[in-house]
């Protein structure tokens, strides 16, 4: 889709108001981005993992960062961050077979693996078991064993469920407020390249033994698109960060629409327009093309996933929703007064 270009002088005066809607709703200072990465690498990963992979009964490989901060797309604060935790196997030890449900496979181990013992009888891998009888268990006494640390640190750690996750907080003990928030993810990185962690089933459909299936992880790939793709000294990850936004303030008549649909939307747009990304008034350009994307999606009831072009990332949300957020974006793209109000 070639992009279409408006008045310049509209679009200059659009660009000036998203550059201040992002310097006072959007914008994550340098100062805070680097003392949450900080915080990760001082506690999470020098302490915590370290521990982790000292004590563990199975094999730690290494940890990858993943998420929005490591994609330059966070937005209001740096205060949550997910890490994948991969765990080591030999080249044979796991056996991927595919299911109906497209992104998500069951893993199985043979006799002799460390993994057997968190597999069924059949020798399937069980993410929550995983989960629950190792990984739970490992990240809190690690959390233990350093918030019992001497002299006491200026910090303490707190760690709980968190859907498929554990979640450790990182409380300061001045002010007692959590300054991050971190998501730790069991993951296996397979010979195929392929990475899966345990993260439970989503679709819509009834599955015969859900708790067996294990989701293909695409957030390294999606790291890889997205963490430099200004290199040109472009707009990308501004536009994205306010739509973002945009989208959250919108909550009442937005709300259906997840991060996770804007950042796909968005990985597609870019395939579309892979120029001018980086002239005066391409961010007020780009904010137009890019939102009429997503009411297309939307108008269409049809947002491909990014990885699987098969699957419809909003096929689960009502027809007469999607149809009114379609509407709200049409509203918003073709009144001056209806934009100006959302960018207040």
């Not at 490992?138 to 498929?164: E, I, W």
Request: aromatic share 10%; proline share 4%.
């Amino acid at each position: 889709m070639a992009l279409s270009r408006p008045n310049s002088s509209r679009a200059n005066s659009l660009t000036k108001k998203l550059r201040d809607f992002s310097v006072n709703y959007v914008k994550i200072s340098e100062a805070d981005m680097s003392r949450s990465k900080d915080l990760v690498r001082d506690y999470i990963e020098n302490e915590v993992m370290d521990w982790c992979k000292r004590n563990s009964s199975l094999p730690i490989l290494r940890l990858e960062y993943t998420g929005s901060v490591y994609e330059g797309l966070k937005t209001e604060a740096a205060d949550e961050v997910d890490v994948m935790v991969v765990l080591r196997t030999n080249r044979q030890e796991i056996t991927v077979e595919p299911t109906p449900f497209p992104g998500y496979a069951r893993l199985k181990v043979g006799p002799n693996s460390g993994f057997r013992r968190y597999a069924n009888s059949e020798g399937y891998i069980e993410p929550t078991r995983l989960r629950d009888a190792w990984f739970y268990s490992l990240v809190t006494q690690a959390v233990t064993t350093f918030n019992s640390k001497l002299p006491s640190p200026d910090v303490r750690l707190v760690a709980r469920y968190h859907g498929p996750a554990v979640q450790i907080d990182i409380y300061s003990k001045i002010s007692d407020k959590v300054l991050l928030s971190t998501d730790l993810v069991p993951c296996f990185h397979l010979p195929s390249d392929e990475y899966y962690v345990a993260k439970p089933y989503s679709g819509g459909r009834d599955v015969s033994q859900a708790d067996l299936l294990w989701r293909q992880s695409f957030s390294l790939k999606e790291k890889a698109k997205l963490q430099h793709m200004d290199r040109d000294g472009g707009c990308r990850h501004e536009l994205l960060r306010i739509v973002k936004t945009l989208v959250k303030k919108q909550s009442t008549s937005l709300g259906k629409l997840e991060s996770y649909h804007l950042k796909t939307a968005f990985m597609h747009y870019m395939d579309d327009e892979r120029y001018s990304w980086n002239g005066q008034d391409s961010l007020g350009e780009h904010f137009r093309g890019f939102l009429q994307k997503v009411q297309g999606y939307l108008e269409t009831a049809t947002l491909p996933h990014y990885w699987l072009s098969d699957v419809n990332l909003i096929e689960d949300i009502d027809q007469r929703v999607l149809a009114a957020m379609a509407g709200r974006i049409r509203r918003i793209l073709n009144s001056d007064i209806e934009l100006n109000a959302v960018l207040a």
